[in-house]
C-alpha cells in the first residue's frame, strides 16, 4: 500500500495555526499571562 504525501498548503495550515494562536492568547493575557507564559516556556 502506498503512502502518499499530504499537499504542502494541508501541510502548513496546522503550523500557520499554531504560531498565531499564542499571539492572540498574549493579546487577550495582558502582561500578567505573558509572565506566566513566558515561565512556562522556560520549563
Do not use: F, T
Not at 502506498?2 to 499571539?23: N, T
Request: aromatic share 0%; net charge negative.
Amino acid at each position: 500500500m502506498p503512502v502518499l504525501l499530504p499537499p504542502a498548503q494541508m501541510s502548513a495550515e496546522p503550523k500557520r495555526a499554531g504560531e498565531m494562536l499564542p499571539e492572540d492568547r498574549l493579546e487577550r493575557a495582558g502582561p500578567e499571562g505573558k509572565a506566566i507564559l513566558d515561565a512556562c516556556a522556560r520549563m
